[in-house]
């Protein structure tokens, strides 16, 4: 022990184009901006996949080969998937490739990376339904274990999940939720039968996704020999240790010139030098771990922020009047029975859309800002509803149009 889970999150949204006021009943091309702005979907997605997406990939091939022990776990968004197929099917491959190893396992998650759980668990359904679909089709694989957007968490969706097939679901070991338990152990969510809970040790993955190149850190320069030792220090006080982190963390967020390849190169077999550490995937953990205790989340957590909850989404009169009105036309989409209309409003229910609107400032407010392609959080906000006002009037025309017939 312990039992290293090495998870990552992939995910890249549509943005909105700033969709002005003047083009609502003009323009239904939400998404698309062929321009050189910060909003070029397929100029975005280029740029992280060469920064990130086929350089670590390659590496992560590489340590597949050399270590027979190594395992990585990744949740794909449906969202990005299409994108891969797309603009850049060379990406998709590269992850293809990965899972051919047959160590490497690809979980559930909501196609749009939506906020649809906290809204419609009639959409939340659907939505999971088609993304694991799509991990079929493209990964021969057939998801048992569940990481909800950003980690989104509670005591309900634990029960919606088991309720459809699901062994194990991943989210945040906030310390507000473990009180003084541990992240190092599996454990069984409040009001469920047979269903586990893989938590996050988030001092030792924000070690390395954002703690790894600051100069300000008491521990830097982080190297492998000693992230490892940090591993290896939970023997006898733990079972599991879950590194959960964005892939971006590689490249993107953590450039190349900070040396996190050369340590990413190294992480594996520094760990795997301790006779008692290994990998494993989450569906492993599943079968190989008892749970220890059950855990109570009433409330909604997740990884995002300091506060670990839903204000990285909900914070501000802007998201939840953008949130609410969207999900308040769902009934009217789905009657249009329109594969375009139900496509666009689906795609604006990915939480970026929400989340570029946050106001809140501080440390939280630098890291909503730098991830923001918005000029501000009223822009996103603005560009959001525009095109909102838009998809109303077409959907308006479309059951108007069924009416007549």
Known sequence: MPAVCLYFQVHQPRRIKKYRVFDIGKDSNYF?????????????????????????????LELLEKHPEFKITYSISGIALEQMEEF???????????????????????????????????????QVSMHRDKVRRLFYQDPRVFRNTELIYNNELAKELESMGYEGV?????????????????????????????LKNYKLSDDIAFRFSSRDWSEYPLDAPKFASWVSSVNGAGEV?????????????????????????????????????????????????????????????????????????????????????????????????????????????????????????????????YFNPYETPYDAF?????????????VRDKNKKWSII
């Open 170 to 198: 991943l989210a945040e070991g906030a310390d507000h939720v473990l009180d003084w338990r541990s992240p190092n152990f599996v454990y069984k969510p409040v009001g469920t039968e047979r269903i586990k809970l893989f």
């Open 241 to 369: 240790v879950n590194l959960f982190m964005d892939y971006e963390t590689f490249g993107e967020h953590q450039w190349e010139d900070t040396g996190i390849f050369d340590f990413l190169r190294a992480m594996p077999g520094e760990i795997l030098k301790h006779p008692d550490n290994s990998f494993v995937t989450p569906s492993e953990m599943v079968h190989k771990f008892n749970h220890v205790a059950e855990l109570d989340v009433p409330h909604f957590v997740s990884w995002a922020d300091v506060e670990r909850d839903l204000s990285a989404w909900l914070s501000n009169p802007m998201q939840y009047d953008a949130l609410n009105k969207l999900y308040d036309i769902e009934a009217d989409v789905l009657k249009t029975m329109d594969k375009d209309i139900i496509e666009d409003w689906r795609r604006m229910q990915t939480s970026d859309h929400f989340y570029y609107m946050c106001t809140k400032w501080f440390s939280d407010g630098d890291v909503h800002k």
């Open 88 to 126: 850049y099917p060379e990406v998709l491959k590269s992850f293809q490739d990965l899972t051919m190893t047959g160590r490497v396992e690809i979980l559930s998650e909501t196609y749009y990376h939506s906020l649809a759980f906290v809204r419609s668990k009639e959409e939340f359904r659907k």
């Open 382 to 394: 603005i560009s959001f509803m525009n095109a909102f006002n838009d998809l109303k009037l077409r």
């Open 32 to 60: 698309n901006d062929d321009s050189e702005s910060d909003l070029n979907n397929r100029r975005i997605l280029e740029k992280v996949a060469n920064k990130c997406y086929l350089p670590t990939n390659k590496i992560m």
